[in-house]
């Protein structure tokens, strides 16, 4: 299937930059010698996987979508990989993503676009959108992403897959090539919500070598898929987030996303409306926190330790490698941010931008609180339209920006965050994504109310 559809840069859907076709059979064929001896398996054992190529896996070129990266082998596993391989899922290689994860259309890869499988023409999403792409035009039935701002939630939404953001805390970020530590998460990206849940139960639980990983167990999420699925959401409370929808959002989407809430309702839940204020300011605090944290995190890019080394001519000093070397090597977005992030915690301003975006932070999870005193689950458009087309935003950095309006409250915040697919919109038919957002650790009722919907 890969090698019907996928193409290269520059035709078709371009989902993978790295497929392992020989090391994904030799494992599958362990699989099936498993299966053959009658010994215990994994559910998902044998269940080929593609995974985003932000995540470092052992002998698998690794290049977060970077030019700086290109031909970098990890020599480890990141925990995610790790697990994956424990439970004998044949890993198809690693999917294309916007540099560094910095993007909501997977057109900042340095390796070309993914294209989106229901036109071509449109954008995948980001910045996993080869993650997205790839279950979506079924060259896998599994994929991992990472979301930092809406990256496994938005691509799933515009291609019409389930993709899920877990708890802060609750899959290991061991491994994963950071954008903003305090924001990155990876996730299930699959075709239905059980696939998910299954997928996340096996990823995620506590990790001794993330310090951020929460040592708690979370309820079944299989369990909560099932429960979902038999269709009773009785005595649940859902909230309709005001600030998450109206002006500017497509009528399509918008058509979509209330049919799914009256069906909610005919299941048996109870919705109403909640008011979340601080969300309005979610955006601008995003892009102080996330660029200061990846501009520190890009730091270690120096031409020294990783990957590309530019060396100009002359007598270059090592100061002149590195500036050569991280001009070839990044891409404009990147820059855009390095620069911007570099501007918040400069001495002079820490205060006045990265300071105060860490106070509205908080008032963000505040918001989130108070809902969800009323609340089990709050419930969004996954994004403010359908997948626009190749090139529509490339050049307008914040119009781009503006399409994850409801997807970044939730790394803000650490909550956990799924969108399920919500059928097509009339306008375009294109696909339309749901999303269900629940309080820390919490994530059954994600997988509760999102297979619901299926
Ligand atoms: N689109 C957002 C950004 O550009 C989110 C990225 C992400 O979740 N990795 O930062």
Not at 9 to 22: M, P, Q, R, S
Not at 174 to 183: F, H, Q
Not at 262 to 279: I, N, R
Not at 363 to 373: G, K, N, Q, T, V
């Amino acid at each position: 299937r890969i090698a019907a559809v996928d193409g290269d840069a520059t035709a078709g859907v371009h989902a993978f930059l790295h497929v392992d076709a020989e090391g994904a059979l030799a494992t599958a064929r362990e699989s099936d010698e498993r299966r053959a001896a009658g010994n215990p398996l994994h559910p998902l054992d044998g269940v080929p996987i593609a995974v985003k190529d932000v995540v470092v896996t052992e002998g698998m070129p690794t290049t977060a979508g970077s030019k700086i990266l290109e031909g970098w082998v990890p020599p480890y596993d990141a925990t995610v990989v790790r697990r994956i391989k424990a439970a004998g899922l044949p890993i198809l290689g690693k999917t294309n993503m916007d540099e560094f994860a910095m993007g909501s259309s997977t057109e900042h890869s340095a390796y070309g676009p993914t294209r989106n499988p229901w036109d071509q023409t449109r954008i995948p999403g980001g910045s996993g959108g080869g993650s997205a792409a790839a279950v979506a035009a079924y060259e896998a039935p599994l994929a991992i992403g990472t979301d930092t701002g809406g990256s496994i939630r938005q691509p799933g939404a515009v291609t019409g897959t389930v993709g899920v953001k877990p708890t802060y805390g609750a899959v290991s970020r061991y491994g994963l090539i950071a954008l903003a530590n305090s924001l990155d998460q990876a996730g299930p990206v699959t075709r239905t919500v059980l696939d998910a849940a299954l997928l996340q139960e096996l990823i995620g639980g506590h990790d001794p070598l993330d310090s951020t990983s929460v040592d708690q167990e979370l309820p079944s999420l299989v369990d909560a898929a099932r429960q979902g699925a038999s269709g009773d959401l009785s005595g649940v409370r859902i909230g309709v987030v005001t600030e998450m929808s109206g002006e500017g959002w497509q009528p399509g989407v918008m058509a979509r996303f209330q049919e799914s809430v009256d069906l909610l309702v005919k299941a048996g839940a109870e919705v109403v409306e909640v008011s979340c204020p601080t969300f309005v300011h979610a955006l601008a605090t995003y892009y102080l926190i996330l660029p200061a944290e990846c501009s520190s995190n890009l730091a270690k890019f120096d031409a020294m330790r990783y990957g590309l080394r530019v060396v100009p001519e002359g007598n270059p000093s090592a100061e002149d490698v590195m500036k050569a070397t991280r001009d070839a090597g990044f891409g404009d977005e990147v820059k855009r941010r390095i620069i911007l992030g570099t501007y918040a915690l400069s001495s002079g301003y820490y205060d006045a931008y990265y300071g105060q975006a860490q106070k509205v932070r908080t008032l963000i999870s505040r918001d989130f609180e108070a809902a969800f005193d009323k609340v089990d689950v709050l419930v969004s458009p996954t994004a403010p339209t359908t997948a626009f087309e190749l090139g529509e935003k490339l050049d307008d950095p914040l119009a781009m920006y503006l399409n994850d309006l409801a997807t970044i409250p939730a790394n803000l915040a650490g909550v956990p965050g799924i969108s399920v697919p919500a059928g097509l919109a009339d306008e375009d038919g294109l696909p339309v994504g749901f999303q269900v957002l629940a309080p820390a650790l919490a994530d059954d009722r994600c997988y509760r109310v999102g297979a619901a919907l299926e």
